[in-house]
T-cell receptor, first 111, second 110 residues
Framework: SQTIHQWPATLVQPVGSPLSLECTVE??????LYWYRQAAGRGLQLLFY??????ISSEVPQNLSASRPQDRQFILSSKKLLLSDSGFYLC??????????FGEGSRLTVL | GQQLNQSPQSMFIQEGEDVSMNCTSS?????WLWYKQDPGEGPVLLIA?????ELTSNGRLTAQFGITRKDSFLNISASIPSDVGIYFC??????????FGAGTTVTVRA
């Protein structure tokens, strides 16, 4: 079965600084990959999804971008963080069957 | 994504109680999924439902895919302290994107 690794697990960054969150997947190939954000006490908001290398779809306009340089690597980035970017970021993968599997999450605090 | 209405928003449980939560939507889904999230961790898949009317159990958990394909419920029988957490429903349509409910927060009644 697949395993999803995210790092860093926690991050505290000043406003205006860049961001890079990394996600790698093991145990599967050609997965669909997703980035979700979860604000405190809230549900899951889909930010980006990718069906293949270099293929990124954005669900909401925002200050963030995503890239998929390799089949099992998904990166979430920002050039300049905003306070509103704080949250819990979750990487997820699926094989198109509907079942979505999540990583451990990365907690970002922007000060 | 499509809005899923999950209720209740929160609930308090006493050890040994049965608890129930549900999700409804105005849209039809092909798959219903139920997840549990512990604090500071990613959601973990509990049960997946693929056919209208399907009733599936996983230990003390039972979930059903509504016959109209617009709703699903999750029951937890004989709750224990480790059942606390946030439970999410998710519905999937033909494009394989998932829509999530806002979550049901389960805490232990003091």
């Amino acid at each position: 079965s697949q395993t999803i690794h995210q790092w860093p697990a926690t991050l505290v960054q000043p406003v205006g600084s860049p961001l890079s969150l990394e996600c790698t997947v093991e145990g599967t190939s050609n997965p669909n990959l997703y980035w979700y954000r979860q604000a405190a006490g809230r549900g899951l908001q889909l930010l980006f999804y990718s069906v293949g290398i270099g293929q990124i779809s954005s669900e909401v306009p925002q200050n963030l971008s995503a890239s998929r340089p390799q089949d099992r690597q998904f990166i979430l980035s920002s050039k300049k963080l905003l306070l509103s970017d704080s949250g819990f970021y979750l990487c997820a993968c699926s094989r198109g069957t509907g079942e979505l599997f999540f990583g451990e999450g990365s907690r970002l605090t922007v000060l | 994504g499509q809005q899923l209405n999950q209720s209740p928003q929160s609930m308090f449980i006493q050890e040994g109680e049965d608890v129930s939560m549900n999700c409804t939507s105005s849209s039809i889904f092909n798959t219903w999924l139920w997840y549990k999230q512990d604090p500071g961790e990613g959601p973990v898949l509990l049960i997946a439902l693929y056919k209208a009317g399907e009733l599936t159990s996983n230990g003390r958990l039972t979930a059903q895919f509504g016959i109209t394909r617009k709703d699903s419920f999750l029951n937890i029988s004989a709750s224990i302290p480790s059942d606390v957490g946030i439970y999410f429903c998710a519905g999937q349509r033909v494009d394989y994107k998932l829509s999530f409910g806002a979550g049901t927060t389960v805490t232990v009644r003091a």
